[in-house]
């Protein structure tokens, strides 16, 4: 039976979302490409970081549309691993490396172009474990249950967040002279930064799915302080974005990190098995 045309726009709006995240992430980078050193600034940045978060907003709002929609399909699941690998994946090492104006090509040069093509490497096979995770489970109810909760590795859009955050921090004046750094300070800094990330999207840390969290709401004095929480948190936006961007991005990696090793360290010997055996590690 051939698909009516109402159900081809139904198909074709979820894949229309990750084309325009794609587009979004490309966007960024080439505009870093075309752009002299000397003209990236921390405004600049910003620009950009508003740039990505309108691709992670995209990467949000393709699936949900997908699943709303009836519309899940393989082909979409490839291309939004595709676009996150690029996005996601991509974009924040080139933001990195062309944010330090490093004096010489030395040592320091040679270790962030080292940390960038990690962070790179680790996001691309933190998605191929996912995807290859996610076929396995396929039908299996309880895996599902579990895989819906909690990422295994911190998932690619958080640790482009991590990284593009900490990048825009460091371009800031006023945190360069309050930190002392020079540009190859920044250098190392930053790499070691990429290269921990690097090394968590691949690990086998648990983080939990932001998408899971419930709080509960059942009286006023809640709702009034969740409200008010969310209106601090635009003015914070609005007026100290790279600052907010920074807790937020890296709060979360923390926490969660903080999570995982209490639930390492205070688990049995016999629940630490069972948690490994959960799941078959495609690198493995």
Do not use: H
């Not at 002299?36 to 949900?64: K, M, Q, R």
């Not at 998932?155 to 750094?181: F, N, R």
């Not at 914070?236 to 639930?263: C, D, E, K, N, T």
């Amino acid at each position: 039976m051939e698909p009516t045309p109402l159900r081809k726009k139904v198909l074709l709006l979820p894949n229309f979302i990750t084309a325009f995240g794609l587009a979004c992430g490309l966007f960024a980078i080439f505009r870093m490409a075309l752009t002299p050193i000397s003209e990236v600034d921390a405004p600049f940045l910003t620009e950009i970081a508003g740039i990505l978060l309108i691709a992670a907003l995209c990467d949000i709002l393709d699936g949900a549309v997908a699943r709303a929609m009836k519309a899940e399909s393989e082909f979409g699941g490839l291309f939004d691993s595709l676009a996150d690998s690029i996005s996601f994946g991509v974009a924040p090492a080139v933001i990195a490396l062309k944010s330090i104006p490093f004096i010489s090509e030395g040592k320091e040069n040679f270790f962030l172009m080292a940390a960038a093509m990690i962070f790179s490497l680790c996001g691309v096979l933190r998605l191929v474990r996912f995807n290859v995770q996610a076929q396995r489970d396929k039908g299996d109810e309880e895996l599902l249950l579990v895989a819906k909760k909690f990422f295994t590795g911190l998932p690619i859009p958080g640790g482009a967040a991590c990284a593009l955050s900490l990048t825009l921090l460091l371009a800031l004046p006023e945190v360069q002279k309050i930190l002392g750094l020079s540009a190859e300070g920044r250098g190392w800094l930053l790499g070691s930064a990429l290269v921990l990330l690097g090394y968590v999207m691949i690990s086998r840390w648990k983080f939990p799915s932001v998408k899971t969290l419930r709080v509960p709401v059942g009286s006023f004095e809640r709702v009034f302080l969740l409200a008010l929480v969310a209106v601090c948190i635009l003015f914070g936006l609005v007026f100290y974005f790279p600052f907010i961007f920074f807790a937020v991005s890296w709060g979360y990696f923390l926490m969660s990190w903080g999570v995982s090793l209490f639930r390492r360290f205070t688990s049995t010997k016999e629940e630490q098995i069972a948690d490994d055996s959960d799941e078959e590690d495609p690198f493995v």
